[in-house]
């Protein structure tokens, strides 16, 4: 059974750090372009940050500079390091992919939800003093 279980979640101070993560069973990620997006109440789903099976990397403007996407091929997972945090960064994380076969890079790597098709099922972030 395909599946993504999401940790690292929870409360922290503004200026604090958090580190997400993905771990994937049931398939390898090592063909899948990969993202994080997250949801806040009220708001549309969002990208934060995708990267490409080749590793290449894309980030929403808000983050750039605080947060850092990475894969680990050999556990399996996805991970999201979080520092500066903003209280505008409350929301709940998805970590998501897509087949290399079904979109190529160029497609997903504006980080678009409707791009990615299997997700996991969010973890809560939130960031208030």
């Known amino acids: 059974q395909l599946q993504f279980v999401e940790s690292g979640g929870g409360l922290v101070q503004p200026g604090g750090s958090l580190r997400l993560s993905c771990a994937a069973s049931g398939f390898s990620l090592d063909y899948y372009h990969i993202g994080w997006f997250r949801q806040a109440p009220g708001k549309e789903r969002e990208g934060v940050s995708c990267m490409s099976s080749g590793d290449s990397t894309n980030y929403a403007d808000s983050v750039k500079g605080r947060f850092t996407i990475s894969r680990d091929n050999v556990m399996n997972t996805v991970n999201l390091q979080m520092n500066s945090l903003k209280p505008e960064d409350t929301a709940v994380y998805y970590c998501?992919?897509?087949?290399?076969?079904?979109?190529?890079?160029?497609?997903?790597?504006?980080?678009?939800?409707?791009?990615?098709?299997?997700w996991g099922q969010g973890t809560q972030v939130t960031v208030s003093s």
């Open positions: 998501a992919a897509v087949h290399v076969t079904v979109s190529a890079w160029p497609v997903v790597s504006s980080c678009a939800p409707n791009r990615y098709d299997f």
